[in-house]
């Protein structure tokens, strides 16, 4: 069977198929360049808040004073007066001040801040465990487009979990689309080129791992 996914959709298979075959070369397409464009952005952003984390959760351990493993206001503010400037913009962005912040992670308002409140306000914030090798990812919704793509998006993840399983991938041409995403019609050459490309080298690469099992039988 084949399977196609690009670098922006959630997939199953993803990481497994990746494997298999990267993509060795793009096409110079403005759609191309619009995509890289926006993933070096968020490659940025993440490494900034990769770095503020880092430098947060130390400071929680130095002022939790009664080491009860919860962040009290008074604590949390010795914390906010010791992070520094860049750090409280990459991982709070514009809230203002430690009581704002603080009412932030408080999520029930019991006055204290647990960890996993913290863990949750971070994936939050953009570095969710699954997604780098899963593609699994909040989605924010602030429309009814956005709303909408993802409804679709979820719809499409379950319909692959019905049709395939972790046994299927070794009888699965994994096609990555790379840059072009399901949504995506309005195609230069280059792009029609890449995708060509990316299916016969893909299709290469699954026959040449078929016939190497079969020659060890």
């Known amino acids: 069977m084949t399977f196609q996914f690009s670098e922006g959709e959630a997939d199953n298979f993803r990481f497994y198929l990746e494997k298999r075959t990267p993509v060795h070369s793009r096409s110079n397409s403005t759609l191309n360049r619009k995509r890289r464009a926006e993933l070096i952005a968020k490659a940025r952003e993440r490494k900034r808040i990769s770095t503020a984390v880092r430098h947060f959760f130390p ?14 206001n008074q604590e949390f503010q010795n914390i906010y007066d010791h ?19 603080f009412k932030r992670l408080d999520k029930n308002g019991n006055g204290q801040v647990t960890f996993q409140e913290i863990i949750r306000y971070i994936e939050g914030r953009g570095l969710a465990v ?16 956005s709303y909408a793509s993802s409804i679709f998006d979820t719809m499409l993840l379950n319909l692959k979990r019905l049709h395939m399983e ?7 041409i994994g096609i990555n689309t790379g840059h072009i995403e399901t949504a995506d019609f309005d ?10 490309d990316q299916g016969r080298n893909t299709t290469i690469d699954f026959l040449k791992m078929y016939a190497a099992k079969e020659n060890e039988k």
């Open 166 to 172: 972790y046994d299927d991938l070794g009888r699965t």
């Open 130 to 145: 699954n997604q780098r090798y899963l593609g699994y990812k909040r989605q924010d919704v602030t429309s009814i487009v």
């Open 59 to 72: 400071l929680l351990e130095k002022y939790d004073t009664n080491l009860d493993g919860k962040i009290n």
């Open 83 to 101: 992070f520094s400037e860049e750090d409280r913009q990459a991982l709070f962005g514009d809230l203002d001040g430690s009581n704002v912040v």
């Open 187 to 196: 195609l230069e050459e280059e792009d029609i080129i890449f995708l060509l």
